[in-house]
């Protein structure tokens, strides 16, 4: 069985700079997550997709921070413009219960370093 | 507010000695708890994980912990490492237990284990 898919796995921008990040979670599974893990720390959920709509983006920051999911599927992370502290590996995940049961498939990451 | 608390940023042992990776929960509630493992440049995986079922919990690769709820803990142990079980392992609670409608990890901040040969 294939597993979560990610990419790019590393990118290098300067702040300021705009950058997307894809991800195609197992097949048929129904819950997308993103997650930011910051060097040294845990990783943080961003937001939480069931299928294509939006379950929780309270720890989205709305303002430079994007997401979506238009067919319940692959997924896209936006930041635009990226700042310093931006720099973390986005790790996508995903599960096929609409709960959180706290079994999530994870995926490599992509690593950003923003400069 | 429930959280999760490492004690331990790294920690380092011998091949064939035993491993505890120490965790302090904190919950106002009977918590789910996880343990994550993550090796260089690989994703997450779970390890194991702890429903209110059984206190002694069995996971992959002959690591195993116990909750504890009069210490409010969740020790990761295995009886002797292996040179392949160097990686960064984080302790997790589930807030769904916590009455959250969906469920949110909180993840601890990781103990980096490093095993000499």
């Known amino acids: 069985e294939a597993g979560v898919a990610q990419s790019p796995r590393y990118k290098i921008i300067e702040k300021r700079q705009s950058v997307a990040f894809w991800c195609n979670p197992i097949s048929g599974h129904a819950t997308l997550y993103w997650y930011q893990q910051i060097l040294g720390q845990g990783p943080k959920l961003l937001i939480q997709f069931q299928n294509n709509g939006v379950v929780d983006d309270s720890q989205l920051p709305k303002d430079r921070f994007s997401a979506e999911r238009l067919k319940g599927v692959d997924s896209t992370l936006k930041i635009q413009p990226a700042k310093l502290e931006d720099s973390a590996v986005y790790l996508c995940?995903?599960?096929?219960?609409?709960?959180?049961?706290?079994?999530?498939?994870f995926g490599e990451g992509s690593r950003l370093t923003v400069l | 507010a429930q959280s999760v608390t490492q004690l331990d940023s790294h920690v380092s042992v011998s091949e064939g000695t035993p491993v505890l990776l120490r965790c302090n929960y904190s919950?106002?509630?009977?918590?789910?708890l996880f343990w994550y493992v993550q090796h260089p440049n690989k994703g997450l995986q779970l390890l194991l994980k702890y429903t209110s079922a059984a206190t002694l919990v069995k996971g992959i690769n002959g690591f195993e912990a116990e909750f504890k709820k009069s210490e409010t803990s969740f020790h990761l142990t295995k009886p002797s490492a292996h040179m392949s079980d160097a990686a960064e392992y984080f302790c997790?609670?589930?807030?769904?237990?916590?009455?959250?409608?969906?469920?949110?990890?909180?993840f601890g901040k990781g103990t980096k284990l490093s095993v000499k040969p």
């Open positions: 997790v609670v589930n807030l769904l237990a916590g009455g959250g409608s969906q469920g949110n990890l909180i």
């Open positions: 995940a995903s599960s096929p219960w609409a709960v959180n049961t706290g079994e999530l498939f």
């Open positions: 919950s106002s509630y009977s918590p789910s």
